[in-house]
């Protein structure tokens, strides 16, 4: 494959507390792709918001971030903030959690969704509100030149999710971060969202962060599991979902409605003082691992497990 | 409903006193310096409200008194805001290190009760009205700072805030265009109670005679009116206007603010029920 769009290196994201430093992503690596969609799922906690924030540099100040993020080829994690910030919006979108509370009260939808253009581009006034009609139309709102005139209490949750990825495409970035764009969506709209995603991806990479395991297997080139901040296993969408090799995908597959509900039994671990050796194995059925930290080996092609059923040292 | 009406009623008597301040010198059938006739008339056609003991007009200097309350008021009150907002909004939005020197700094100048250091502070500068007006802003503006900047820190984290961050937007962008608006219907309740309490202050500055000497004023009428015997003489309209045209701005004003505080805040609008 050609060079990656977006490169991240040892990753470890750390947030100061009275109780410790909670690890909430521990050496990531990965690599996202020109015009790939990379679905990242993990439990709730495991750190997949975090690493989205991360790569934008949108996290609290007192944040202790290693490592590297390199976005064709310059280092995000070292670039001066005023760099950065011509960096967001334009050349990496993001689609946040929480549409409901994404957008503005005080504003129209219209005079939201051209910000970015507004931002980079010094797009004004008709101009800017030309735009905003066509980003909404592009994300197939209804009647866009009315619509754009309404205040964001005035969307659905489906319509409010497409206003913010209107929103994050103002600029046409090349890499588009979402992070949970199809929570709290019915059958239908969730539907509408992930094929809009698959229209958006034909122009650019997409980090689609999920924990809607379906979601990611319909749209994902490549899939990263994360578990306690760390990535457990990483691979093709189709192999890591139907053939998975490590436990904790496969007890995520199993706990699936459609394959059985089998929950994983125990609860994610604390963040600030890991188990030791593998982080999944007190929830583990296949192995007890406590005294060994398995790395990431390659189980097939492109396909990386972080299991000691693979890691012989 | 009896709510609507209240706002209606105090919208409509602190317009009118707008209007009359305005419109004073036309309002007024004489200038409220000029000796009209003889002094300590009671009220007649020629003179409404009698003569004082300069034998000036008293109705004349109610109407141009409105002036000096409203102007006093109105200042101070935007003074407030405007310094209430910005250090609040700067303070709330950056936090850390910035909001903790500012706040401290707040505490300790709230320990010193505003009216006695007015007292002392219009001493060393010129009696004037604008300088009064300031200066009652600038001390009434550490309350101010507090309220904006209590809503600042929760909206500095909103997530239409994040997700403004994550389009390329500056800290300057973010504040004036996304937290401003949020906290303006705040600071325009935070103007209608400093106005209130301001023009309040002001009467009472003038009561006690450290008021602008070349302006006519409601407190400074009360004050001659007290010093030159009105009570005992029983001479009402000379007291009783200035002190009934205080209490009715200063009601209309409270109302206002009540009002625009129970839109703001559903809590307080559940509490009343």
């Known amino acids: ?313 | 409903m009896a709510k609507r009406t209240v706002l209606a009623a105090s919208i409509g008597i602190i317009l009118a006193y707008c209007a009359v301040a305005l419109l004073a010198p036309v309002i007024a059938p004489y200038d409220p310096h000029a000796i009209t006739g003889a002094p300590l008339c009671p009220p007649d056609p020629e003179h409404l409200l009698g003569t004082n003991d300069l034998a000036q007009d008293i109705f004349s200097r109610l109407i141009w008194g409105t002036r000096a309350t409203l102007l006093l008021g109105f200042i101070g009150a935007a003074v407030t805001v405007v310094i209430g907002t910005a250090v609040g909004i700067v303070s709330g939005y950056y936090g850390g290190m910035v909001d903790e020197a500012v706040m401290r700094l707040i505490d300790v100048a709230m320990t010193i009760p505003i009216f006695p250091l007015l007292l002392i502070l219009t001493t060393f500068f010129r009696p004037g009205i604008y300088i009064t007006a300031v200066l009652m802003g600038l001390l009434g503006s550490f309350q101010g700072v507090r309220v904006i900047r209590s809503q600042v820190l929760s909206l500095a984290v909103a997530d239409f805030v994040t997700g403004t961050k994550a389009l390329g937007a500056g800290d300057g962008y973010i504040m004036a265009r996304h937290i401003l608006p949020n906290v303006l219907p705040l600071a325009g309740v935070k103007f209608v109670i400093s106005a209130q309490h301001f023009m309040l202050i002001g009467i009472g500055l003038g009561f006690l005679g450290i008021g602008d000497p070349s302006v006519v004023d409601w407190g400074q009428m009360i004050n001659r009116a007290s010093q030159n015997g009105a009570m005992i003489l029983g001479l009402w309209w000379w007291l009783i206007p200035p002190g009934l045209a205080v209490t009715l701005i200063s009601l209309a004003l409270a109302w206002l603010g009540y009002a625009c505080e129970d839109e703001i805040n559903p809590r307080l609008r559940l509490m009343r029920v």
Do not use: W
């Open chain 1, 1 to 313: 494959m050609n060079a990656a769009l977006l490169e991240v290196r040892g990753l470890k994201v750390g947030f100061p507390t009275p109780d410790g430093l909670v690890r909430a992503s521990d050496t990531v690596d990965l690599e996202l792709y020109h015009r790939e969609i990379l679905g990242l799922i993990g439990e709730t906690g495991s750190g997949k918001t975090v690493l989205g924030m991360a790569i934008l540099r949108l996290l609290q100040p007192n944040t202790v971030i290693e490592g590297e993020i390199r976005y064709r080829g310059r280092d995000l994690l070292s670039l001066p903030e005023d760099e950065m910030r011509k960096v967001r919006g334009r050349e990496i979108g993001v689609v946040l959690q929480n549409s409901g509370t994404s957008l503005n009260p005080v504003y129209t939808v219209g005079d939201q969704i051209a910000e970015a253009a507004t931002l980079h581009q010094g797009l004004k006034g008709s101009e800017a509100r030309h735009r905003a009609v066509e980003l909404l139309d592009a994300v197939r709102i209804p009647d866009p030149a009315v619509m754009a005139r309404e205040y964001p209490h005035r969307f659905s949750g489906g319509m409010r999710e497409r206003a913010l990825i209107a929103m994050a495409l103002a600029c046409s970035p090349s890499l588009l971060i979402a992070d949970e764009p199809t929570k709290g969506l019915d059958a239908v709209t969730k539907r509408e969202i992930i094929d809009l995603f698959a229209e958006v991806n034909r122009d650019r990479s997409v980090l689609f962060i999920t924990h809607d395991i379906e979601a990611a297997a319909t749209l994902a080139t490549r899939v990263a599991v994360m578990y306690a901040g760390e990535i457990v296993e990483i691979g093709a969408a189709g192999e890591v979902l139907s053939d998975p090799a490590h436990p904790y995908t496969r007890g995520l597959l199993a706990s699936l409605p459609e394959r059985g509900m089998r929950p994983i039994p125990g609860s994610a671990p604390s963040l600030i003082t890991p188990p030791p050796g593998c982080r999944f194995s007190p929830r583990c059925a296949t192995k007890d691992c406590k005294s060994e930290h398995p790395g990431l080996v390659e189980v097939g092609p492109g396909h990386y497990a972080r299991c000691m059923l693979y890691d012989r040292g």
